[in-house]
């Protein structure tokens, strides 16, 4: 039988942990470990019990060291293939089988599929039947294929939230970049330099994960920093920005500008700019798209012209504009 380690990275949400841990309990085909790459001074405690050892190994720096634990979790693990899901994420009990499924005799990097629970979803356990009928797809991220697998063309869409790897390739291909420090853009580099050796990405149907409800915002003004550091350090690497319609949408929010010497702080984001990105208790996710259509009042939003300005006004943050 094919061992699995299963992987996950925490800084605090110690319910959410124990989510996942219970998650990973009730699979069909069991992890032979689950690692957790722990971003704070202490361990968690009062975690399920599971018929499967539980590892935790410290991380920790002044920043989420988002791409150091990744790589950490990863490099201990013994299972022949390797699933990622973030500390929000529950897998569903047919997760793993999910995968192996759509795994063997493939290569590259896998991903499921992700529903995002409403506010109170989880407050009376796990229920994955439940969970079914009231998860929600994310209107603005391209999901998998009704059934099988398909083929990722775009190395932006791969996000480390649910993916999954052989561990032999693991061991061969791209690391996580540690130079991305706190929130931002290591997942673009990571698809980036897997596409760039070769590896397909793919979509597959199943390996499904449940999302559970936090507040947050997106776009990230809570991150504006660690965004603008983190895009500069990925258009070292490759010439040119990623997370453009962050910034597109700092820039309309009178955040930031793109000079020929850079991006250029103008201030810092204020209550205003959080109670427009805070996702509130009736939305089950956050959405960069609305609130760029608010920032511009375009009733026309869905309209072909609109989405070209958009493009063109998104393309524009790649690089320092000419002076």
Known sequence: MTTVSALTIAAGRPAHLRNVVAGFQAQQHKPCELIIGVMQDHDYDDLPATDFPIRQIRVTAPELPLSAARNAVADAARGQVLVFVDVDCIPAPDFIAGYLARMEGRRGLFMGEV????????????????????????????????????????????????????????????????????????????????????????????????????????????????????????ARKWGHRTMEHWLHAFRLMGLIRNTADGLQVLREPGPAEFALCEQQGHMPYANSRRVIDQLQQAPDRLSADRATRVAHDQQDMLLPTAE
């Open 115 to 234: 529903l995002y629970l409403p506010q109170g979803a989880t407050d009376q356990g796990l229920d994955f039947d439940r969970f079914a009928g009231l998860a929600v797809k994310h209107s603005d991220r391209q999901g998998p294929p009704a059934q099988g697998i398909a083929p990722c063309g775009d190395y932006r869409c791969f996000w480390s939230l649910n993916f999954a790897l052989w561990r032999a390739d693991w061991l061969a291909g791209p690391r996580f970049d540690e130079d991305f420090t706190g929130y931002g853009g290591e997942d673009t580099d990571f698809g980036r330099a897997w596409s760039g050796a070769g590896l397909p990405i793919w979509w597959i149907a199943g390996g499904r994960v449940y999302h559970q409800y936090h507040p947050h915002c997106m776009p990230p003004v809570h991150h504006l920093h660690s965004v603008l550091r983190n895009t500069e350090v990925f």
